[in-house]
């Protein structure tokens, strides 16, 4: 497997989790959840993605800025996650920064998946996109079962 697949695969889970959570309603066990899955999902993507997919790319000339970018949307939905969990569940407030959570979350999805990953094609060897997936999945495993704890780089 690819780097670019795997990352792809945690991808779709976080827009399948984005797309239940706008199902919900109020302060529901069920939003209660699926909040929680959603948020240690991008946190702890976040993390291993800026190891194995940014860190060798911020360089590269070509991808440096791209990689910047990418990073500063990570920090853009963080901020946004710390928002939603000082905010009451129930309150229409809550419901609308989960929908710009959502927005940034699809658009940055996107700009990984069409932008992103055909110019990292053009950088990663073959063998290097391997070795990245593997490196990658290994440290979403260690991180998912030890969110929230012990995940570097989270406040
Ligand atoms: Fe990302
Ligand atoms: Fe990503």
Redesign the pocket.
């Known amino acids: 497997m690819k780097i670019y697949n795997a990352i792809k695969k945690d991808h779709d889970i976080q827009r399948d989790l984005c797309d239940k959570l706008k199902e919900t309603s109020g302060a529901s066990e069920e939003r209660k959840n699926l909040w929680e899955e959603l948020k240690k999902e991008l946190q702890v993507?976040?993390v291993a993605?800026e190891r194995y997919f940014y860190s060798p790319l911020i360089e590269t000339d070509k991808m440096q800025e791209d990689a910047r970018h990418?990073m500063a949307?990570?920090h853009e939905m963080d901020e946004l996650i710390e928002e939603l969990d000082t905010t009451d569940m129930s309150s229409p407030h809550w419901i609308a920064t989960a929908e710009k959570l959502f927005e940034k979350v699809e658009h940055?999805?996107e700009d990984?998946e069409e932008d992103f990953f055909p110019k990292a094609k053009e950088i990663y060897s073959k063998t290097e996109a391997d070795n990245l997936a593997s490196d990658y999945e290994r440290s979403m495993q260690e991180y998912r079962n030890s969110w929230p704890e012990n995940i570097p780089g989270n406040h």
Do not use: A, P, R, V
């Open positions: 993507h976040t993605e990418g949307e990570h940055h999805l990984e």
